[in-house]
T-cell receptor
């Protein structure tokens, strides 16, 4: 069965530090990949998505992700985090018409 | 333009009871999916409704059932509640022609005592 792994469960950074959150998926065929963010007390929001084309995808709020097919990875990056980026981040892959999510990474950014 | 709305926001039930959760999709969306997010976990797919029919179902028991109405809104019903059903229940909507991008509601937090 298709699955998504997020190996970083909890990440703590200072403001202005660079961020990279890992995401690996199990499916070897054509994939649609997503990163969602859940700010404290808010609903899941789409950060970015990859369907095809340029493997470097830019999303909202300065986030980007790189699809590396040979590594089955779709890591999320941001060059300089802000306190307001404190949230839970979920990687997801589309399987038929449903989403399969990873367990999430909790990011805490301190001023 | 209202996004996905869900009601109630919070709910407390006891074991063995039944619960109904409601979802109104984003304007223009005709497909509704339900997910369960247990504490510390990612959302898990329960089922999806389109044209008032269940299209897909995840690995959840028959105690979980749903319905979609002609106005595309949807209900999730859970019978014979267990302690393990305590979770955040998320509704996501999308147009059927663009199922790959789903918009999520704020969720209903269910606590089973």
């Amino acid at each position: 069965a298709q699955s998504v792994s997020q190996h970083n469960h909890h990440v703590i950074l200072s403001e202005a530090a660079s961020l990279e959150l890992g995401c690996n998926y199990s499916y070897g065929g054509t994939v649609n990949l997503f990163w969602y963010v859940q700010y404290p007390g808010q609903h899941l929001q789409l950060l970015l998505k990859y369907f095809s084309g340029d493997p470097l995808v830019k999303g909202i709020k300065g986030f980007e992700a790189e699809f590396i097919k040979s590594k089955f990875s779709f890591n999320l990056r941001k060059p300089s985090v802000q306190w307001s980026d404190t949230a839970e981040y979920f990687c997801a892959v589309r399987n038929t018409d449903k989403l399969i999510f990873g367990t999430g990474t909790r990011l805490q950014v301190f001023p | 333009d209202a996004g996905v709305t869900q009601s109630p926001t919070h709910l407390i039930k006891t074991r063995g009871q039944q619960v109904t959760l409601r979802c109104s999709p984003k304007s223009g969306h005709d497909t509704v999916s339900w997910y369960q997010q247990a504490l510390g976990q990612g959302p898990q797919f329960i089922f999806q409704y389109y044209e008032e029919e269940e299209r897909q179902r995840g690995n959840f028991p028959d105690r979980f059932s749903g319905h979609q109405f002609p106005n595309y809104s949807s209900e999730l019903n859970v019978n014979a509640l267990l302690l393990g059903d305590s979770a955040l229940y998320l509704c996501a909507s999308s147009p059927f022609v663009a199922l790959q991008t789903q918009y999520f509601g704020p969720g209903t937090r269910l606590l089973v005592l």
